[in-house]
């Protein structure tokens, strides 16, 4: 299991963003997060990428939603899905702030 | 052949009795409402129909036009509702890359969704109300996703033409 994990670590996607302009893209830590997810460390998974765990869940919901028809499930995935969209953007918004930051 | 031509006739007559007093007889007895007059017209032409999946019609009471009904009776799914979601949903996992993979889910999500809100709004009756809100959750969710990923690539643009502004104006050439 741990040179599953040890493996997934040494061999990421770079991001083509990241080596082009220097900056994070907003998708940016989302494959260390999964990891630290994957290794159970919920919080520091949180720190790299906050918006990892209310995704999975929103695929799950939609999953679900798709195969047992709930009567509300439209609105939770919606509500759900805007969720994620702020925590991915509002965590891009607060690295390009960090990383304007230390601008020289 | 003259015996036979009577008997026809009687026979003929006969039948012309029968048929009067059957189209005479009430078809059926309605004890709710005896005094109703278009209740107590026969209707033939009804019954002699073939009910292709139309076991839940019933007539509206004031002559007005029922709603269309989808031809396998009772009321059908949006067409590609589910694809409007899962593509509404695509649109901010594609977030990464530019922001063009969201950019292109997000569009077709919005174009799709559209289109089967046209096409619910034109006859409501027809489709069913769980599939109608799938379809807006995918377009909303197609709408945030296209206008997040215009956003992050006209930043992007902007960034990239600033560094190069910048870089460009420590060692210009100017002509």
Redesign the interface.
């Known amino acids: 299991m741990s040179s599953w994990l040890q493996q997934l670590e040494t061999h990421l996607y770079s ?3 990241k080596e082009f ?1 220097g ?1 994070d ?4 830590g ?1 494959q260390r997060s999964g990891i630290a997810l994957l290794r159970g460390e919920l919080l520091h998974s949180l720190q790299l990428f906050p918006a990892l765990i209310p ?1 999975l869940f ?2 799950l919901l ?1 999953i679900a939603h ?1 195969i047992f ?1 709930f ?1 509300k499930g ?2 939770y ?2 509500v759900s ?2 969720t ?2 702020v925590l ?2 509002g965590n ?1 918004f607060i690295k390009m702030i960090i990383h304007f930051q230390h601008l020289p | 052949m003259q015996l036979n031509s009577c008997g026809f006739n009687i026979l003929a007559a006969v039948i012309n009795q029968l048929n009067i007093i059957m189209e005479n007889q009430p078809p059926f007895y309605d004890p709710n409402n005896p005094n109703n007059p278009q209740q107590q017209q026969p209707n033939y032409q009804q019954q002699q129909q073939p009910n292709y999946g139309q076991q839940n019609y019933t007539n509206p009471p004031y002559g007005g036009q029922m709603p269309p009904q989808s031809p396998f009776g009772g009321q059908m799914d949006l067409p590609n509702a589910t694809a409007i979601l899962v593509l509404g949903i695509c649109s901010i996992v594609g977030c990464f890359c530019y922001g063009i993979p969201g950019l292109i889910c997000g569009i077709i999500a919005l174009i799709m969704g559209g289109k089967a809100m046209r096409e619910y709004e034109a006859n409501p009756n027809m489709y069913t109300t769980s599939s109608f809100n799938n379809a807006k959750a995918g377009r909303i969710c197609g709408i945030i996703g296209t206008i997040l990923s215009i956003l992050y690539f006209v930043f992007l643009i902007i960034y990239i033409i600033a560094v190069g502004s910048i870089i460009g104006m420590g060692s210009s050439h100017w002509y």
């Open positions: 991001c083509p963003i302009t900056m893209c907003p998708g940016c989302f995704f929103t695929w939609l798709l028809k009567k439209a609105y995935v919606r899905f805007i994620t969209a991915v953007f891009f």
